[in-house]
């Protein structure tokens, strides 16, 4: 009976690994399908003759890409973006959070505000009246629109709440007893305890400055100030033989839009291909816990 158990065991744990190494290798088939566009040949993408190897190697696509300083000037905006935005959401999600989590005695008025928070992002205002408010506050141009127009993300907010809702109450009261006051509270004693949740919507901050493009499109009158994918999303080959040299059009003809879309998403992908790895241990527990209320 032992025995008959034990290969029951191992035979599962063996259809077990299978079955995971091959959903792995399906999650990655579309990057490496879309890392073998990139580098083929514009005939053979054209064509649909592209499978998991690249059909005449040619690169001239990430050449075209990389050889204007735009795209170098783009990227670092994007970081800054990325920086001060994922760093701004993760301050106000905790100083919203934290006290949200508490009963309405505790914290007054606390259903009223909880409300307008959801209301928000149910509901917006429109795109005109969003961007004269930009405009009107001299934001414009200005890294700082991309930044504090989404500076406060209510679904990361119910997420940390809920967390805090449902940790130990004996925290707290144990917190009180030694004298500890709010500030101490949160930073000495929540903080540490919600490392799960933070570093998951520091994830979905970090994902969405980096992948949005439709702010820099709207609120930068200056290409010059594009993030990334505002950039990528411009890149259009447009061949026009009246400002372009012979060189030039004949560079463009060895690219098809097929090998240049598919390097502007592989370029795209890698900055959170690198650091989600980082972050996703703490994805499960925090969407988990952060997700029911008590």
């Known amino acids: 009976m032992v025995i008959e158990k034990t290969f029951s065991s191992k035979a599962f744990d063996v259809l077990l690994v299978v079955f995971l190494g091959g959903t792995a290798l399906l999650c990655l088939l579309p990057l490496w399908y879309t890392l073998a566009v990139s580098l083929s040949d514009n005939a053979a993408a054209s064509a649909g003759r592209v499978g998991l190897w690249p059909v005449g190697f040619n690169i001239g696509a990430y050449q075209e890409i990389m050889s204007d300083g735009k795209f170098f000037n783009s990227f670092w905006i994007s970081i800054q973006r990325v920086a001060l935005g994922a760093s701004l959401n993760f301050v106000v999600i905790l100083l919203l959070g934290y006290p949200l989590s508490k009963n309405a005695r505790a914290l007054p008025f606390r259903n009223v505000l909880m409300w307008v928070l959801v209301f928000t992002m149910l509901f917006n205002g429109g795109l005109i009246p969003w961007y004269q408010t930009m405009k009107a506050l001299g934001l414009i141009n200005s890294i ?151």
């Not at 805090?164 to 305890?193: C, H, Q, S, Y």
């Not at 820099?216 to 990528?232: E, R």
């Open 144 to 294: 700082w629109a991309l930044v504090l127009g989404q500076s406060v993300p209510v679904f990361s907010v119910i997420l940390v709440m809920n967390y805090f809702r449902n940790l130990p109450k004996e925290l707290e009261e144990a917190a009180l007893v030694d004298g500890a006051g709010p500030w101490v509270m949160l930073i000495r004693i929540f903080t540490p305890v919600a490392v799960p949740v933070l570093a998951t919507v520091t994830l979905f901050s970090i994902v969405y400055h980096w992948n949005e493009f439709f702010n820099g499109l709207v609120l930068m009158s200056d290409a010059a100030k594009y993030p990334l994918q505002t950039y990528i999303q411009q890149l259009v080959v447009i061949i026009d033989a009246q400002t372009m040299t012979a060189e030039q059009i004949q560079k463009m003809s060895e690219l098809s839009n097929q090998t240049l879309n598919a390097a502007k998403i592989f370029i795209a992908m890698i900055p959170v291909l690198i650091i989600y790895p980082f972050l996703q241990r703490f994805f499960i527990s925090g969407i988990t816990l952060g997700s029911v209320k008590e």
